[in-house]
Each structure stands twice: as structure tokens, then as C-alpha cells.
């Protein structure tokens, strides 16, 4: 039991509450976040956090690309999205989303 | 007269929080908990301290009490009241977080959550570098830093 006249360990911290907590920030403070120490990094590079930041039709728009979207990672995904162009619906539409 | 219904929290120091149940049953676990039938006694809460559980149970009773409309005025008075709750040290935030995660409500979580996401947003490369520093408490020093920055723009 932490009291507060005792150091806060981040260690006592559930990991599902630090994903929450980055989730609600920003893309950039999550990869700030992911520098700090290994503890940040792997909340911080969690699909849980990088899935909130990704759009909710995400899906659907990668799933009309003429080329298949692959990705490891949601992180890696949101950056994919974010960085370069992908072409949907057979070459007659073009989308890079900003985000 | 009315009789409201009451339940008894017991806590870690061994202290006894008599509450009324419809301020108990805020939190998720202890509304299962009486659900179950395990409050016929005293509702067992080993793993929070006596100053936590009172400031949850402050913030659970407003809430209940605050009436659920629209008014602008009831609105903004639990906004307020919600803006000084978190004033807290970053030791109180943290074990706020241990407990009011174990104990499952919602709303308050979400409004700690957010008081912690906004003092992590839009960090200066100065503050980022501090936080790398002394990064073997990098939870105290999010708070700190922000704490020290609010502090020396008087904010």
C-alpha cells in the first residue's frame, strides 16, 4: 500500500492505467513519453494507446487500399497513415489523413 | 422521518466509514459487492488508507448530491468542485489512482486520468530532458515538473 509520505513507484502502477492516462494525450506526447524510461516505453508503444489515436473508420479505409497496409504495430500503422500516401478504390481515389 | 439505508466501509487503518448507500454504490466494486450479498456486516477495503478513502467518498457524496439537470449553475459548481479535488500532491494523485481504480468509478478515474494526461501534454524540451534525468522516479517527476513550471509562471 503506497501512502504519500512514501515515494510513488511507477512500478505500483497498473499498466492499464498509464495507457489510459497516455491515451488521452497526443501522438507526439506518447512518443515523448516513450523516451522517458522502459517502463513509459512499453505503455507507451502499446497498441491500447495508438488505437485510440488512429481514426474509428480506420478499417474501412485501409481495407480499400490497392495495396495491402501492413503493419506490426497500430503505432506503426498511425505513422504509415500519417507519413505517405495510400490509394483506394482502384486507383480513383487518393487519401493521406492528417491526424 | 426517512431512514436512507446505510453501509459500512472498512478500510485499511481499521477505520469505519458509515455511508449512505446510494452514495456506496458509486463505486462499481462496492455495488457488486452488496449485490452479492458480502455487505451485511462491514465492506472490507484493505488496500486504502483512511485519508484516500475519505476525499473518494467527499467526491462520490458531491456527486450524488449535486443535482443531475442541466442548470448552469449546478454544473458549474461541480466543475469547480472537481477543479479543486485535484489539487492534490502528486503522492495523494497517485494513491487517488490506485484506489479509485480498484474501486471502479468511473468518473472520477476519468477526471484524474485527465488532470495527470494534461500535465504530461505539450512538455518543453527542457521539461522532457529533466523528466530523462531523474527518471528512476519519472511518475513524481511529471507532477514535479509541471508543478515547478505552474509554479514559477504563477499559475
Not at chain 2, 54 to 65: A, D, F, G, N, P
Not at chain 2, 116 to 128: L, Q, R
Amino acid at each position: 500500500m503506497t501512502e504519500s509520505d512514501n515515494a510513488p513507484s511507477f512500478s505500483d502502477m497498473p499498466e492499464g492505467c498509464v495507457t489510459d492516462i497516455l491515451s488521452i494525450t497526443s501522438p507526439r506526447d506518447a512518443c515523448r513519453a516513450a523516451s522517458i524510461s522502459k517502463s513509459f516505453h512499453s505503455a507507451a508503444d502499446s497498441d491500447a494507446v495508438w488505437d485510440r489515436f488512429l481514426p474509428l473508420d480506420y478499417r474501412e479505409v485501409i481495407a480499400r487500399a490497392v495495396s495491402p497496409v501492413v503493419f506490426e504495430s497500430k503505432k506503426q500503422l498511425y505513422h504509415r497513415l500519417s507519413e505517405s500516401y495510400i490509394i483506394l478504390d482502384r486507383g480513383y481515389l487518393v487519401s493521406q489523413t492528417t491526424w | 422521518m426517512s431512514f436512507s439505508k446505510t453501509i459500512m466501509l472498512r478500510n485499511y487503518d481499521g477505520e469505519t466509514f458509515v455511508v449512505d448507500e446510494v452514495v456506496a454504490v458509486e463505486p462499481q466494486t462496492i455495488e457488486h459487492m452488496i449485490e452479492d450479498g458480502c455487505a451485511n456486516t462491514s465492506i472490507p477495503l484493505p488496500n486504502i488508507t483512511s485519508k484516500i478513502l475519505s476525499k473518494v467518498i467527499e467526491h462520490c457524496k458531491k456527486h450524488v448530491e449535486t443535482p443531475n439537470s442541466n442548470e448552469k449553475d449546478a454544473k458549474a459548481d461541480l466543475k469547480s468542485f472537481d477543479f479543486d479535488f485535484v489539487k492534490a500532491d502528486q503522492g495523494t494523485l497517485f494513491d487517488l489512482i490506485l484506489a479509485v481504480n480498484y474501486l471502479n468509478i468511473k468518473g472520477l478515474l476519468d477526471l484524474i486520468y485527465q488532470t495527470i494526461a494534461d500535465m504530461i501534454k505539450g512538455k518543453t524540451p527542457e521539461e522532457e530532458e529533466e523528466m530523462r534525468r531523474v527518471n528512476a522516479w519519472v511518475f513524481s517527476c511529471f507532477v514535479g515538473v509541471t508543478c515547478l513550471y505552474f509554479k514559477s509562471k504563477k499559475i
